[in-house]
């Protein structure tokens, strides 16, 4: 009789408690699910603002912030520096490691871009337009970059491991998209010491936007202004544009 009732009224192995184990494996399998959301969510990346300022308080144009981290930093299919009136533009281009440049000129009179950086020594003779192959920056370091034509010309590739980086507008400001947490920085301007890199310690990034200072006061444009022209200067330009063919 015992056995009846208890059939009758579900067994500790009966269907009633197969049906609470289904349950159950469906609240966990639910609450699993939210928590692999959430956290998804939390690392995915986020809006993030630097300022960057010289020692004198005053923002830096021209400022690389990079941070390191454990996802790989991926080259863009291309990346583009200009020459507007005898000038590079952009004149900092930060890139990742493996990134193809192109040097398009877009004045009416030729340029020759040329690099004795170790990080990347090329050079694009005479030319117009754009090249028809651009230039691969396949290892980390910095760049410096002139032209033959006009020797005060100057310009700056910086090359990065780092997966997030950036580089500061005229306002000194940097936008990345990072997830939130702390990495260690890095922090490059062309008027530091040597023009090396600077360990920036780590940044903690979240909501609230961060200000980084450069050790020494920028006192110098980005791009040195053309000199005043000469008899000399004016023969020699004359002489090039009659020598194109």
């Known amino acids: 009789m015992r056995q009846q009732v208890a059939k009758e009224g579900g067994s500790p192995n009966g269907n009633h408690d197969g049906g ?32 960057v300022v010289d020692a004198q308080g005053r923002p830096v144009a021209g400022a690389v912030l990079s941070l390191a981290g454990t996802a790989q930093a991926k080259p863009r299919a291309a990346a583009v520096m200009d ?11 930060a890139v990742a490691t493996g990134t193809a440049v192109s040097f ?67 306002q000194g ?15 490059w301007h062309p008027a530091l010491v040597d023009m090396q890199p600077l360990a920036a310690g780590t ?11 450069l050790p020494v006061a920028v006192t110098t444009a980005l791009q040195p202004s053309a000199p005043a022209p000469t008899a000399f200067a004016d023969a020699f330009r004359k002489a090039t544009r009659d020598a194109q063919p």
Not at 24 to 39: E, G, T
Not at 173 to 184: C, F, K
Not at 203 to 213: D, I, R, S
């Open 20 to 51: 609470a184990s289904q349950m159950f494996n469906s609240v966990l399998r639910s609450s699993l699910f939210l928590l692999c959301c959430a956290f998804a969510a939390s690392v995915q990346a986020q809006p993030f603002s630097a300022l």
């Open 173 to 187: 400001r940097i936008q990345l998209n990072a997830p939130a947490g702390q990495y260690p920085a890095t922090l």
């Open 203 to 213: 940044l903690q990034l979240g909501k609230a936007p961060v200000e980084l200072t």
């Open 83 to 93: 020459q507007i009136d005898k000038q590079f533009v952009p004149a900092v281009l």
């Open 104 to 170: 398009p000129n877009r004045d009416d009179i030729r340029h020759q871009v040329y690099s004795f950086s170790p990080a990347k020594r090329f050079e694009l003779r005479l030319y117009e337009g754009t090249p028809s192959a651009p230039v691969t920056f396949d290892q980390p370091g910095l760049v410096v970059l002139g032209c033959n034509i006009h020797d005060w010309v100057l310009g700056y590739v910086y090359i990065t491991d780092d997966p997030w980086f950036g580089v500061s507008d005229a």
